[in-house]
């Protein structure tokens, strides 16, 4: 499904109004808050927190800041210099609707002790310096992102991973392999593999627990567009939200994955953003649609390009593709991503773009022939990544498009993964694996220092980061499929 992306009547729509300090202590003493919830992002892409009572958020708390501990959060600081300080952002306030206790959440930006500098591995002060960048550079002067970020909703979920055995076990009331299950009234209407796009209860089980987080976004202030069951059985799930800027969509991103996951636990049911939790089905992604604007102009349209598209909007795409090996290094960055970046499954593997094609990398929707409406859908990313680091990224390669009048291959308008093998053999492939997206991102990531958007300490720990814990450790454990194929040798 896609998103609107399309401003109605004011360029600047969706852009997050200002709060001041003063406004936000008034709105929680309105609110009967009697706790405030301080939040931020690890390396990886995970919402870290700690509370004080109301009495703490005064004044002082947002120009003095409050002290954490840096070496104790994933891709942060070593030990000998953990004192790191959090200073909350008043325009990110809301009233948590999934917990009992009245509470405020602040999403804060992090800062070194003893330089009073932004911290260079803060991923939200990544996204804000792209937006930055992009001012700088005269291209644009606003960049308005739209993702889709696909989940499962399931009702029970088993693992383990020791010396002696191995093993994942998930289970749905919507799950396709439940048809035959006996042992209490079986009432049938499943989506099928592949069909849960988009037939109506009871068929589809989740529209009330999808409206019940539709309203608890809203209710926290972010914009919903529309939410629908996606084609897996088992409860796979989209919630589109309406397009905003860059570094307010990434902390909304956050918002959206907190709220999912608290709604359905408080409702019996497990979430997971997990790029692909099973096999024989469509994975989760998260198609990330993009525009450029400037002076209340969309920079990416031209009544006469092909697709409606302008020549920036095609060198933007230009970057994109040239760049895609390592950008997936942050857009897909789990081992688990590249189980979902395979032919089938709608898997978007071609580095190619087209209109209309979900066979491609870049799509180029055509709802709409309105100039507002014309933007880029890239299509690899998933909901495992941290958005600001995605976001940022994709940016900045497209950025390098323009700048470099980067020309992509030709559109193609045809079903990739039916071509003959002449013609595929011109399509190149995103990478095969986290492994080799982190290596291409070693050797292709001066696009991304460019403005300091990223610093080199940051790619050199995420490089580390990802190797040391996740590539390493799943390629040193047996698979439970190999004893399938290998236990009689």
């Known amino acids: 499904m896609t998103a609107t992306l399309e401003p109605t009547t004011n360029p600047q729509a969706g852009k997050p109004a200002t709060a001041t300090v003063v406004d936000v202590i008034r709105k929680a003493r309105d609110a009967g808050v009697q706790v405030v919830d301080l939040r931020f992002t690890d390396l990886p892409g995970t919402w870290q927190h700690f509370s004080i009572p109301l009495k703490e958020l005064t004044e002082d708390l947002f120009k003095e800041g409050i002290g954490f501990d840096g070496s104790s959060i994933r891709g942060f600081q070593a030990i000998n210099e953990s004192d790191m300080l959090l200073f909350p952002d008043p325009a990110s306030a809301f009233v948590d609707p999934c917990l009992e206790v009245p509470t405020l959440s602040l999403t804060c930006d992090v800062s070194d002790p003893v330089t009073g500098a932004r911290y260079s591995r803060d991923p939200r002060y990544v996204a804000q310096k792209a937006e930055q960048h992009l001012v700088k550079s005269g291209i644009a ?78 209710a926290s202030g972010v914009d919903v567009e529309v939410h629908h069951h996606e084609v897996g059985t088992a409860g796979q799930t989209e919630i589109d939200m309406r397009f ?88 897909a960055p789990t081992t688990n991503s590249y189980r979902r ?25 055509v709802y709409s022939k309105s100039p507002k409406a014309k933007r880029i859908e890239f299509r690899a990313p998933d909901p495992s990544s941290n958005p600001y680091l995605t976001f940022a990224a994709l940016l900045m390669a497209g950025l390098d498009g323009i700048k470099h009048k980067i020309e992509p291959p ?5 079903d990739l993964y039916d071509l003959e093998p002449e013609e595929r053999k011109h399509v190149k492939n995103t990478p095969g694996s986290l492994n080799e997206s982190l290596a291409a991102l070693e050797a292709d990531h001066a696009f991304l220092l460019e403005g300091g958007v990223f610093t080199p300490d940051l790619i050199e720990t995420w490089l580390a980061y990802k190797r040391a814990k996740e590539v390493d450790p799943v390629a040193l ?11 009689d040798v």
């Open 341 to 365: 970046l395979v032919p089938g499954y709608e898997a978007p593997i071609n580095l190619i773009y087209s209109q209309r094609n979900r066979s491609a990398i870049c799509r180029i929707p």
């Open 244 to 331: 905003t800027t860059l570094a307010r969509m990434a902390d909304q991103l956050m918002m959206y994955k907190y709220i999912v996951k608290n709604v359905c636990h408080q409702n019996g049911y497990t979430a997971t953003f997990m790029p692909k939790p099973m096999f024989g089905d469509n994975g989760s992604g998260m198609h990330v649609h993009m525009s450029l604007w400037k002076d209340g102009t969309n920079l990416f349209f031209d009544p006469k390009g092909y697709a409606l598209l302008s020549d920036a909007a095609r060198w933007y795409i230009g970057g994109l593709i040239k760049h895609a090996p390592a950008l997936l290094a942050f857009a």
């Open 410 to 414: 030709k559109p193609m308008d045809v």
């Open 477 to 487: 454990r047996p698979h439970p499929y190999e004893f399938f194929l290998y236990y």
């Open 141 to 218: 002067t606003t960049a308005y992102y739209g993702p889709e970020a696909e989940f499962y909703i399931f009702n029970s979920v088993r693992f383990d991973q020791n010396a002696h055995e191995g093993y994942y076990h998930i289970d749905s009331e919507e799950g396709i392999w439940n048809s035959g299950t006996n042992g209490s009234p079986n009432q049938g209407h499943r989506p099928r593999h592949k069909e849960g796009y988009f037939p109506v209860p009871p068929v589809d089980r989740l529209q009330d627990l999808r409206s019940k987080i539709m309203l608890a976004l809203i």
